[in-house]
C-alpha cells in the first residue's frame, strides 16, 4: 500500500517540486520513497512513490521501478493477489524476476499483454506506467474503486497531474484552485462527489474498472471490466438451487480471504457485531495455523455499542481480541485531523470511528481485512427497505401527484412524504435526495442542486432494489465507503483488504436469484445463512448498530463558535460561494429541530468550510 504520484508536462518541474508533492502523502508510506524523472517526445516526465512495505521488505521492491531494459517504469498503489500466478506464467514465457513483489510482476504482464494485462489482475490497485517506447503514460484503477486515482489537465500547458490523493496535486505548480460550484450543491446534498468529478474544475477521478492512455496531450479512456455488464451477464446465467448457491460463494469467498491473509508483516481483521466483518473473520481464523488478530471499538452509549458481542464472536472463534473503549471527546478530538488526510470535502460522519478503529490495529498489525461490500452486493441496507416499500406503493404516489390541488397540500406535509409523492420520473431509486435541495440552494444563492446520479437513467432493472443496489456500487461504494476507508487507514499507515469486493465474489453475487438475498425485509438472506454455518445464528442475531457520531449535540454544543464563525457575513461574502441569509436560516432550524436532515446539511458545510480553511486560504 502507497502513494503515488506524478506529471507529464512541456515544462519540467525541479525534483525538490516533485519531492513535496510526494510527500504530502508520506503517511500512506513511511518505509520508502523515491523519484524519477525523464524526457518524452515533447517534454518532461516526473514519477514519485511513497512506499508502505507489505511484500519484499527489501530494497528490491524500490519504486518507481523499472523494466531490465528500461523502457517501463511504474509507480503502483495496491496489491495483486493472484501475482503469484501471473508470474509462474510470466516465468515459463522466459521473463525473469528480481524480486517477490508484485510490482515486477505489473511490469512484465505489461510488457507482455499491453492493457489487457489489467483485466488479468485481481487486486485493488492505482498503477501509472510510463511506456518509453511508444511514448505514453497508461493509468489503471480496480474494478471496484478502493484504491484512489486523481489526476488534473491543463491544456493550455500541456500538463497532466496524477496522484493518490488531491494533496500533491494542489503541490503542482500550475494547478488552479478553481471549485466547480456544481459538485459543491452535489457534495453537500450527497456528503461525498462521484467520481469522475471532484470539487476542482479540470481535476477527475479515474473511474473504476477503466484505464486510461495519455499521449500528444490527449487521454483516452477505456472500459476494461463494466458492472452493468456482468450484472446482465449474471442475469443470463442465474444460479436456481440455493445450496449451490451457497456452497459457490462460500467456496469464492474462502479463496478471497485467504489470498488476503498472504504478506510479509502481520495481518488482522476488523471486527464488530455484523454479519460481514464476523464472516470474513470466521473464515479467515478457520484456515489460518494460529489465532487471527481481531480489532473492535467500543462505545461508551449502550445504544451504540458493538463491542460485547464482538468479543463473544471472537472468544467463539478463538481469535487474538483487542477492543478500546472510546467516549465523545476521543472522536471530537479527531475532526482537527479530517482536512488533512480526507484532502477533498467529505461529510460522512462514520470516518471518525473508522480512523478510530484503524489507530487501534495500526498498533499491531499491519493489514486488516474488512467487511466492506457486504450490503450493497447482498441487499443489506435500510434504503433497500425503502425502495421495495416506494415501489409496491408507487401506484398510490402516483395518484396523490395527479390529485387535483395536491401542489397547495404538499407545501404542507412532511419532506419524506412530499419526497414520495414527488418521485417521478427516471430516478425511482434515490428517495429522499431532494428533500435536501430546497435548504441547500437557499445556501446556495437560489442555485439549481442537482443531487441524483446520471447512472440510474441507464439502469433499467424492473426490481427498484436491484437497481438501487448497481448504483450504490457505482457511486456510493467507492466514493464514499472506500474512500473513507482508504483515507482513514492509511492515516496510520494501515491496509485494509476487503475480501467481499473480490471481483470474483461479485460476479458470483450476480448469479444468485435476488429473492435469495432479500425477501419481504429479510435482507442479506445467504449471506447470513453462510455466516451462521460458521457462527451460532443467535451471535449474529442483533441489528448492526453502526458507526454513530452525535452530531446535532456537537453542532449545537462545540461546533456551535466555529460555525458561527463560518457564518458571518464577511467571512462568506470573502469566500464568494454561499448566502449569508441560506445559511443562518439553516442554522436556525438546526438549533430549533432535531430532524436528521439540518444536522446532516449543517455537518457536511462545516466539514467544507474546515477544507476550505485548510486549502483554499
Not at 516 to 531: E, G, N, S
Request: proline share 3%; with cysteine; charged share 30%.
Amino acid at each position: 500500500m502507497c502513494g503515488i504520484c506524478g506529471y507529464i508536462s512541456k515544462n519540467r518541474i525541479d525534483d525538490g517540486i516533485l519531492e513535496r508533492m510526494r510527500d504530502t502523502m508520506i503517511h500512506r508510506g513511511p518505509d520508502d520513497a523515491g523519484i524519477w524523472q525523464g524526457s518524452t517526445s515533447s517534454g518532461y516526465i516526473g514519477l514519485a512513490h511513497r512506499r508502505l512495505s507489505i511484500f519484499d521488505l527489501s530494497q528490491l521492491g524500490h519504486q518507481p521501478m523499472f523494466s531490465e531494459d528500461g523502457r517501463i517504469a511504474i509507480v503502483f498503489n495496491g496489491e495483486i493477489y493472484n501475482f503469484k500466478d501471473i508470474r509462474l506464467e510470466l516465468l515459463k514465457s522466459g521473463y525473469l524476476f528480481k524480486s517477490e513483489c508484485d510490482t515486477e510482476v505489473i511490469i512484465y504482464a505489461y510488457d507482455k499483454w499491453g492493457e489487457d494485462c489489467f483485466a488479468r489482475f485481481n487486486g485493488m490497485f492505482a498503477i501509472a506506467i510510463w511506456d518509453g517506447n511508444d511514448n505514453k503514460l497508461v493509468i489503471a484503477r480496480d474494478r471496484m474503486g478502493v484504491k484512489p486515482f486523481y489526476y488534473y489537465r491543463n491544456r493550455t500547458e500541456s500538463d497532466f497531474v496524477f496522484a493518490s490523493e488531491l494533496k500533491p496535486i494542489m503541490k503542482y505548480p500550475r494547478f488552479t484552485k478553481d471549485i466547480d460550484e456544481e459538485m459543491l450543491g452535489n457534495y453537500l446534498c450527497n456528503k461525498y462527489i462521484a467520481s469522475p468529478n471532484t470539487i476542482f474544475k479540470d481535476t477527475f477521478k479515474l473511474q473504476p474498472g477503466t484505464y486510461g492512455v495519455y499521449r500528444n496531450n490527449e487521454l483516452v479512456i477505456r472500459r476494461y471490466w463494466d458492472i452493468v455488464e456482468k450484472k446482465e451477464e449474471g442475469s443470463e446465467s442465474l444460479i436456481n438451487d440455493y445450496d449451490t448457491a451457497k456452497a459457490e460463494l462460500n467456496s469464492i469467498l474462502t479463496d478471497a480471504v485467504n489470498r488476503r491473509m498472504v504478506a510479509d508483516v502481520p495481518v488482522g481483521t476488523f471486527l464488530s457485531s455484523g454479519i460481514d466483518s464476523a464472516l470474513v473473520t470466521a473464515i479467515a481464523q478457520r484456515n489460518s495455523d494460529s489465532p487471527v488478530r481481531t480489532f473492535t471499538i467500543g462505545f461508551d452509549e449502550k445504544e451504540r455499542n458493538e463491542a460485547e458481542e464482538a468479543k463473544i464472536i471472537a472468544r467463539y472463534l478463538g481469535t487474538d481480541h483487542t477492543e478500546l473503549y472510546i467516549g465523545e471527546k476521543e472522536i471530537f478530538e479527531l475532526i482537527e485531523d479530517l482536512p488533512k488526510y480526507y484532502d477533498e470535502p467529505f461529510a460522512d460522519a462514520s470516518q471518525l470511528p473508522t480512523m478510530l478503529v484503524s489507530k487501534l490495529a495500526a498498533g499491531d498489525v499491519t493489514v486488516a481485512l474488512s467487511g466492506d461490500g457486504g450490503d450493497e452486493l447482498f441487499c443489506g441496507y435500510k434504503m433497500y427497505d425503502l425502495v421495495y416499500i416506494a415501489q409496491k406503493l408507487d401506484w398510490a404516489g402516483r395518484i396523490a401527484y395527479h390529485f387535483p390541488g395536491m401542489n397547495t397540500v404538499k407545501s404542507k406535509m412532511i419532506p419524506e412524504i412530499r419526497a414520495f409523492i414527488n418521485n417521478r420520473g427516471e430516478y425511482r431509486t434515490q428517495l429522499f435526495s431532494d428533500i435536501y435541495t430546497d435548504h441547500i440552494s437557499k445556501m446556495l444563492g437560489g442555485a439549481n442542486v442537482m443531487p441524483k446520479h446520471e447512472l440510474e437513467r441507464k439502469l433499467k432493472y424492473k426490481n427498484w432494489q436491484e437497481r438501487r443496489m448497481i448504483l450504490d456500487m457505482c457511486t456510493y461504494l467507492p466514493d464514499d465507503i472506500m474512500a473513507k476507508t482508504d483515507r482513514a487507514s492509511m492515516r496510520y499507515s494501515l491496509e485494509v483488504r476487503s475480501p467481499l469486493l473480490d471481483y470474483r465474489v461479485v460476479e458470483k453475487s450476480f448469479k444468485i436469484l435476488h429473492k435469495h438475498k432479500y425477501t419481504r425485509f429479510d435482507k442479506k438472506h445467504i449471506l447470513k445463512a453462510l455466516a451462521y454455518d460458521y457462527i451460532p445464528s443467535e451471535m449474529l442475531s442483533k441489528s448492526k448498530k453502526g458507526f454513530g457520531v452525535p452530531l446535532a449535540s456537537w453542532l449545537r454544543g462545540p461546533l456551535r463558535k466555529e460555525i458561527l464563525r463560518f457564518s458571518n457575513e464577511a467571512f462568506v461574502k470573502r469566500q464568494g460561494l454561499f448566502d449569508t441569509n441560506g445559511v443562518k436560516q439553516l442554522i436556525i432550524h438546526q438549533e430549533q429541530d432535531d430532524k436528521i436532515l439540518f444536522s446532516t446539511i449543517l455537518w457536511s458545510y462545516f466539514v467544507f468550510q474546515k477544507w476550505w480553511e485548510e486549502y483554499m486560504r
